[in-house]
């Protein structure tokens, strides 16, 4: 199960005994039936939900001002005394054993403990930045180079002597952009990270660079990529990565990469004119997926209507549909 980033090998439920919570970044969570089961208190903003058996925890910002996580809808404050007076931003969380990670911009806490990024000041992270397998605890993003008239370096972080180094992902040559927006660890030592280089999607396979090859193709337009991965994991030998390419109009397409090979994540509704999958969850034997569609319709009165479904995927079924809420991921419990 890969959305608890507790254990390597947890309980797995049975199918008739998940659920499914989705997180807003008001703070607002709901189950697989749309019913909203909780709002957490005092968020100012919430950033990414995890689950671990029966239990679920929260990134975010609290109104309070104070450095934690909600678990099952508390928030619990983590005690630790920075050097520097800053405002702190939860940007990710991980679990793995009794021990909370949360990605706090410049550093990686690790229950009470502080360890800084080095060398990250044009750092950017990602938004699913953080990744925790037995205990080794990974984070993503991207040097922001174009700053200083260069391009931008994806860049994963390690641990590394009470500190986390930085490694420079590989790409193609040093004139294209490249950005890491997730990572997944998995049997201690091994990652994928997934993004772009150039106007490529590609993942990067304990540091080795793979381009994702494409369906169709559209017009290359200067400064936009023909694809991306905005999620990637790992099962039972397969490795997926889940985002979306760009179809011979430039028109985004939900996309999740088996092994290599795309395979698009439709609903098959009218009228729908771009979509990419969010997010992607290997629980037991089955793939869970979170894609966005955006469509318009001609109303009764004639005028165009727009509209976005957000939709949960247990393989190839939809179980859940949400529309009008701002959902930052999902998790199973």
């Given at each position: ?34 019913d ?10 919430a950033?990414e ?23 099952n ?5 983590l ?40 060398d990250c ?7 699913k ?23 931008n ?7 590394h002597?009470g500190?986390?180094?930085?490694a ?9 952009d ?10 201690t ?5 997934g ?7 590609c ?7 793979q ?5 169709f ?5 200067d400064?936009?990529?023909?694809g991306?991965i ?19 109009d ?9 092994d ?74």
């Amino acid at each position: 199960m890969l959305s608890s980033c507790s254990h390597d090998e947890p309980q797995v439920k049975r199918r008739g005994e998940r659920q499914i919570y989705v997180l807003t970044s008001e703070g607002h969570i709901y189950d697989m039936m749309g019913d909203k089961i909780m709002e957490l208190p005092n968020c100012e903003y919430a950033s990414e939900i995890i689950s671990d058996g029966d239990d679920y925890f929260v990134s975010g910002k609290s109104t309070k001002d104070r450095v934690g996580y909600w678990k099952n809808g508390k928030w619990n404050t983590l005690h630790i005394d920075f050097i520097d007076d800053v405002e702190h931003e939860t940007r990710g969380i991980s679990k793995w054993d009794y021990y909370i990670y949360l990605f706090d911009y410049p550093h990686i806490l690790k229950n009470s403990g502080i360890f800084p990024l080095e060398d990250c000041e044009i750092f950017q992270p990602a938004d699913k930045c953080m990744s925790v397998s037995n205990g080794k605890c990974y984070a993503v993003g991207w040097d922001f180079n174009n700053l200083e008239g260069g391009y931008n370096d994806a860049v994963l972080y390690y641990e590394h002597k009470g500190k986390y180094a930085k490694a420079i992902l590989p790409k193609p040559s040093e004139d294209i952009d490249a950005f890491a927006s997730t990572v997944y660890a998995y049997d201690t030592d091994h990652t994928i990270v997934g993004g772009h280089v150039g106007t490529e999607p590609c993942i990067w396979v304990d540091k080795e660079l793979q381009i994702l090859p494409r369906s169709f193709s559209p017009p290359s337009m200067d400064g936009f990529s023909l694809g991306h991965i905005y999620s990637v994991a790992q099962n039972n030998g397969h490795i997926y990565a889940a985002g979306y390419e760009n179809d011979n109009d430039g028109h985004n397409v939900a996309t999740i990469w088996v092994d290599v090979e795309p395979q698009h994540k439709l609903s098959g509704k009218d009228g729908v004119k771009l979509s990419y999958c969010d997010e992607i969850i290997s629980y037991g034997d089955d793939l869970y997926a979170l894609t966005f569609e955006m469509f318009e319709r001609v109303s009764s009165t004639g005028e165009t209507e727009y509209g976005i479904d957000i939709l949960i995927w247990m393989n190839d079924r939809i179980i859940a549909i949400y529309n009008d809420i701002n959902v930052v991921n999902f998790t199973v419990v």
